[in-house]
């Protein structure tokens, strides 16, 4: 079956980690995205990618960063520089970067702050 | 800059009554609308989409959405609830010329037997 996988389902970061979260995706789809919600709040676009080795910031960047070294994949580093990285994390993929393309969601990762 | 509000962060109906969720955008163009769905700690899945042509737009399980431009509006309707339709729901816009998604808070549907 084709879809979007994410791993792990939670994840649980110490003081001063860094950590990595998994996206991947056997759509064949250009476009990878990074989101984060919290609740009341919506989702908001943290990194994007429009094809292999090539990703732009979204509007919360800061504390996080990723790579795009293989078209399925597209994984996520929270950094310890975000300090408040406690949230639920969705990466979506589109097939292709323009605009109208439905974006197609993974289960997502919990993360959370010991 | 565009946005997106969805009135009601909670809405409360009675399994068979109809499903009305509110979405304004403002937009300084024509913009693309989406309507997606989250159970509880899952992904979203689309369930409809307004792009251009119809203003009607029928999505999956039984929703709707109606364009409105002059009220600069995308409500999503369902003329009968079901127990399974109880989930978070977002609006969310995108502009011409760019794949940015700005979503709405979401919308929180209680169904009730």
């Known amino acids: 079956d084709g879809g979007i996988t994410q791993s792990p389902k939670y994840l649980f970061r110490k003081e001063g980690q860094n950590v990595t979260l998994s996206c991947e995706q056997n759509l064949n789809h250009d476009a990878m995205y990074w989101y984060r919600q919290d609740p009341g709040q919506g989702l908001r676009l943290i990194y994007y990618?429009?094809?292999?080795?090539?990703?732009q910031k979204g509007d919360i960047a800061e504390g996080y960063s990723v790579s795009r070294e293989k078209k399925e994949s597209f994984p996520l580093t929270v950094t310890s520089a975000q300090k408040n990285p406690t949230a639920f994390y969705l990466c979506?993929?589109?097939?292709?970067?323009?605009?109208?393309?439905?974006?197609?969601f993974g289960p997502g990762t919990r993360l959370l702050v010991l | 800059a565009q946005s997106v509000t969805q009135l009601g962060s909670h809405v409360s109906v009675s399994e068979g009554a109809l499903v009305l969720l509110r979405c304004n955008y403002s937009s300084s163009v024509p913009p693309y609308l989406f309507w997606y769905v989250q159970y509880p700690n899952q992904g979203l899945q689309l369930l409809l989409k307004y792009t251009t042509g119809a203003t009607l737009v029928k999505g999956i399980n039984g929703f709707e959405a109606e364009f409105k431009k002059s009220e600069t509006s995308f409500h999503l309707t369902k003329p009968s609830a079901h127990m399974s339709d109880a989930a978070e729901y977002f609006c969310a816009v995108q502009n011409t010329g760019f794949q940015k998604l700005v979503f709405g808070t979401g919308t929180r549907l209680l169904v009730s037997p």
């Open positions: 990618s429009q094809i292999v080795n090539d990703f």
């Open positions: 979506a993929s589109s097939p292709r970067s323009g605009n109208q393309e439905t974006q197609y």
